[in-house]
């Protein structure tokens, strides 16, 4: 199954994904879905975030 | 023959000048300042905490914050993720008013004494102002007396008149860079009109939060140029942000200020500012890591952004409260701010 990089919506396997993961999780909460690599609607709150995928429902920092 | 003249040491006249009379280095000792070498450093960042420590005092002030509205910002801030002019992938977002109020919990609960609600926006609307006024009386109605503050872009003499019946009583709006280099940075606004809502801010008796990013460009002659305009306008509190390049804004190549420019920026700031609140906000996980957020702490900030920024991570609030406890920095207790 083809996955999706949340920081830059690329195929994971396509590519140098180490930029990205020395942000994501870091200093960005992910943009993209992992699944669909669509773009997500995340909010960020002082303590955690939570990013929304129409189409693959919701995630967080709590999970 | 006449002799040359004799150079005399920035940082010597800054402990006569700054430390001692309170009064804020000029343009060009600032630019002398930005100019040291590394290896003077450490000397810069000591005296900058004798000037904190002997104008403002131990305590630090602890602040979060969190975005009520994000994304699809008309104005085009080169820096921004939320701007709607660029390929950014933040998307739009709002807040409700039960997330806000747990947001402003979370707040109180690390200790700090401020919460300030931001939103992506050239000036704030009805609906953006009737929101922030629900907000506010939910965050109360929860038994949470934190004190807030608001960031909603430009206001009109009548939104400023809201804000301050509403009980806000810090504004931010950041001017972001030096006069001379704005342009570059925006163009759908002026320097002026953000310099002219924040008079306005000043005289309804606001307290004025304005600050900036640094790493945008700007030359250090203009760096030198934003802390002395800074100066003038004689903020209650300066948040100094270093650049996060953002995916798909103009700046998402520019690199990260190093470490070493970084604190010497810190320094000078500090010794433009004697008297206000400097505060460390984004992209200080970036240009420093943990060590250097200790340096900065040591070198004249006497604030700090716990938890999360608006679009992008910070470092665990328990992080921060954990080095404050080591550096014996103690949190600025929100009784002494009423």
Same mark, same amino acid.
């Given at each position: ?63 | 023959?006449?002799? &040359?003249?004799?150079?005399?040491? !920035? ?52 602040? $979060? ?13 080169? /820096?921004?993720? +939320? @701007? ?14 039960? $997330? ?5 919990? +979370? ?5 700090? =004494? ?6 992506? !926006? ?7 102002? =009737? +929101? !922030? ?17 608001? =960031? *909603? $872009?430009?206001?009109? +003499? ?21 006069? =001379?280099? /704005? ?17 306005? %801010? ?11 990013? %640094? ?8 760096? &030198? ?7 003038? *306008? ?45 505060? /460390? ?9 943990? *060590? ?7 070198? $004249? ?33 929100? @009784?002494?701010?009423?």
């Amino acid at each position: 199954m083809v996955t999706y990089c949340g920081f830059c919506g690329k195929e994971r396997a396509e590519g140098d994904h180490s930029a990205c993961a020395s942000r994501l999780g870091v200093i960005d909460p992910p943009r993209f879905c992992a699944e669909c690599a669509r773009r997500m609607v995340v909010q960020v709150t002082p303590s955690g975030w939570t990013a929304a995928c129409s189409r693959h429902g919701e995630i967080s920092s709590a999970r | 023959m006449t002799a &040359a003249p004799e150079q005399v040491d !920035v940082l010597a006249v800054a402990r006569e000048q700054v430390l001692e009379q309170g009064v804020g280095l000029s343009e060009e000792q600032v630019l002398e300042v930005l100019r040291l070498p590394d290896d003077r450093i450490p000397e810069l960042l000591e005296l900058a905490h004798a000037v904190r420590m002997r104008w403002c005092g131990p305590e630090v002030e602890v602040e $979060g914050i969190v975005s009520l509205k994000t994304g699809g910002c008309p104005e085009d801030c080169h /820096f921004c993720s +939320q @701007s709607g002019q660029f390929p950014s992938p933040v998307r739009s977002a709002w807040l409700d008013i039960p $997330g806000l109020v747990k947001a402003a919990r +979370q707040t109180a609960e690390t200790g700090a =004494s401020e919460f300030c609600i931001v939103a992506a !926006v050239r000036g704030p609307d009805k609906r953006l102002l =009737s +929101q !922030v006024r629900d907000g506010i009386k939910a965050i109360r109605e929860d038994g949470n007396d934190i004190q807030i503050a608001c =960031s *909603l $872009g430009m206001l009109t +003499q009548e939104q400023v008149d809201e804000l301050v019946d509403m009980g806000v009583h810090r504004y931010n709006h950041n001017l972001e860079t030096a006069r =001379s280099h /704005f342009p570059n940075v925006v163009t759908t606004h002026s320097w002026e009109e953000r310099w002219d809502t924040l008079k306005m %801010i000043r005289a309804a008796g606001m307290e004025v939060c304005c600050g900036g990013i %640094i790493g945008m460009g700007e030359t250090l002659e203009q760096r &030198a140029e934003f802390a002395v305009q800074l100066a003038e *306008l004689e903020p209650d509190e300066v948040p100094l942000n270093f650049l996060i390049p953002n995916p798909g804004t103009p700046y998402e190549n520019y690199p990260v200020v190093e470490g070493p420019e970084a604190l010497r920026t810190v320094g000078a700031f500090r010794l433009a500012l004697p008297r206000t609140i400097l505060r /460390f906000a984004g992209g200080r996980e970036l240009t420093f890591g943990d *060590l250097g957020a200790k340096q900065g702490m040591l070198g $004249g900030v006497n604030a700090i952004i716990v938890g999360n920024y608006l679009t992008n991570l910070g470092r665990p609030a328990q992080d921060d409260l954990d080095m404050l406890t080591e550096l014996a920095m103690p949190i600025k207790e929100l @009784s002494k701010t009423l």
